[in-house]
């Protein structure tokens, strides 16, 4: 079962080598530099493309079977950030493509990457045999499990469709690349579910799949529908590789976040599950006997009462596993940051910058 | 809901025809002349090609996360007939392509058409909550939902990275249109399912898309492998697609059949599931009121006692269901082979017009 670094192909040893630093490093968030608004000054900066992208995708998720678009609209719509494919234009944008008349291929190519996001995120809604025999089959239970399936495949073939149409050999390598990963990644998250021995880097190995493989080729297509060189496509998918690893540490960090919890956010959806997040890895680690028991009954026998996630969240907070986790997050942004280095200061840039930084800050 | 022709782009009118036409019209099957082994046959004129494609298969399917391999083995394993990446196989060789030193194209094309199938067997496993409150979850008990979705998304991007290896668009296009429509018409079951209202134009569009548009793709590849022009390619297409009208007919058949339950083989699944196949609906519509409410409970209500499949039987039995159903069969399968005429004889167009006839013959 253990993975080799082949099945990750995008991973570096770097990598590793940030996630195992220490939260006392120096490499802290910078939050006096993060406009509030980091994501939308992005958003405004590619707004035409946007707004295209938008259109591309209420167009191509259509189907003469009414439930695919009625059931995509629900996840598409509701989801609304637009991250990956705005991550897409910025790059495009970046390396110079998108001013001239006819340049579109990249609102097509966001479309494609915003697909294969929604396609991921209803087959993630599937509820296991086990999960609905607890109770847990909230998260799916408008359209149930087959349609979630079904419809994701569409979107995933109707993802692939795009890209024949767009032409290019090169992206759609990438994204068949990045689609194999996100399964192994999700795959592998299953595998790590309920095991207390998953160790560090294998945790990476998971959120490099789940999250950070489709951010790196967002990114990176952006740069061939340039047509700029390979070190350009190398840093860009370095930027997102990165970016997207923070963007999940954050994510995993936020699960046990009371400040979370008292915004009125759901907190301890990742507990019920069971998952071996960083969060409960460090504290599972740092805890003495009887804390490692609690966590054996609640990670690993799944053995959960509705007071176990404050008493989680009260030694996640002992050991200050959220502040490590998110130190580890500012350290991957730092690192996605510097990967755009090569890039001249533009007003673009700097909101890819400070997009490294928001990830850092966001409330979900 | 109710889905215009577009939905599927491979249908024609002609085949809306051939379904509707009564059993009493003379296209039966004519097992006299079909071998017992027809599909041996057919496996044998192509068995290195098919032996190659088993390696590609096994090769291809690897990944580090080792539970994807094992659950791909699983059912990539059981399936046994190899018969979508047998078509395309053969309809690379029918065509010309494949004998000389380095036509190995057709080999790769083939391992992704499994790949897609398969694909698609491990997101048909997925279950559905309602099902389960019903107790139906032994499909899928070994791996459980969740793993069955991830590695069936595992081998859909493996064989869309197959496809980019080969690098030819034409084929990209082919089999992406064929995944969306696949998935189109597994939404369009969903939706039938239960329903008695489903008439036999939509029974159609359901079967049409979720069995023989692969079938039609798998065709069409080897034509375009083989670089044949337009007419040769529609040619193989057509032959595909209404082979995978009349299995899928055979099929559905088979499911009620109770000599075949008689040989051990499981029936009912489909009467269990409540799923609207036109044996059912052939025996709703020439029921009598009394029978009618019986279907209305079992299918539409979903309301089963063991005593009600041999009723169902029984049912089907009485107004020659089965036979109308196998009757349409034979005259797709009949369409089918016509669809060949104007490929010269040889032993290999001998061997799909032979698996056109078994098709109908079959035992699962």
Request: charged share 20%; aromatic share 6%; with cysteine.
């Amino acid at each position: 079962m253990q993975p080799s670094g082949a099945a990750f192909p995008l991973a570096t040893p770097g990598q590793e080598r940030l996630l195992a630093a220490t939260p006392s490093s120096p490499a802290a968030p910078t939050p006096e530099r993060v406009p509030e608004n980091a994501l939308n000054t992005l958003a405004s900066l590619v707004q035409d493309d946007l707004e295209a992208c938008n259109q591309t995708i209420v167009a191509r998720m259509e189907s003469p079977v009414a439930l695919i678009p009625a059931l995509a609209a629900h996840i598409v719509a509701a989801g609304g950030k637009r991250l990956r494919p705005l991550l897409t234009l910025a790059s495009a944008r970046l390396c110079g493509y998108g001013a001239k008349p006819g340049e579109t291929r990249h609102v097509r190519l966001a479309a494609c990457v915003e697909f294969i996001h929604t396609a991921t995120l209803l087959h993630d809604d599937v509820v296991d045999e086990s999960a609905l025999r607890r109770g847990l089959a909230s998260a799916n239970a408008v359209f149930g499990n087959k349609a979630s399936v079904l419809v994701g495949d569409f979107l995933f073939a109707r993802a692939f469709q795009l890209m024949v149409e767009d032409g290019s050999l090169a992206i759609l390598a990438i994204l068949s690349r990045a689609a194999a990963t996100i399964a192994e990644g999700e795959v592998l998250q299953l595998i790590t579910q309920n095991d207390l021995a998953t160790d560090e880097a294998r945790y990476l190995d998971v959120i490099r799949g789940k999250t950070a493989a489709l951010f790196a080729a967002a990114c990176q297509v952006g740069a061939v529908v340039a047509g700029r060189d390979q070190s350009v496509e190398t840093a860009l998918m370095q930027f997102g590789l990165d970016l997207g690893i923070a963007f999940q540490l954050v994510d995993d960090a936020l699960d046990y976040a009371a400040d979370q919890a008292q915004l009125g956010k759901t907190v301890g959806d990742d507990f019920r599950e069971g998952k071996t997040t960083l969060p409960v890895l460090l504290a599972y680690h740092a805890g003495d006997a009887e804390e490692r028991r609690f966590w054996e009954r609640t990670i690993a026998e799944s053995e959960q009462t509705p007071e176990d996630l404050p008493q989680a969240i009260a030694l996640i907070e002992r050991h200050r596993a959220i502040e490590t986790t998110l130190a580890r997050a500012g350290r991957f942004a730092a690192s996605a940051q510097s990967a755009l280095a090569g890039f001249p200061p533009s007003p673009l840039r700097d909101a890819l910058l400070d997009a490294a930084d928001y990830t850092l800050h966001r409330a979900r």
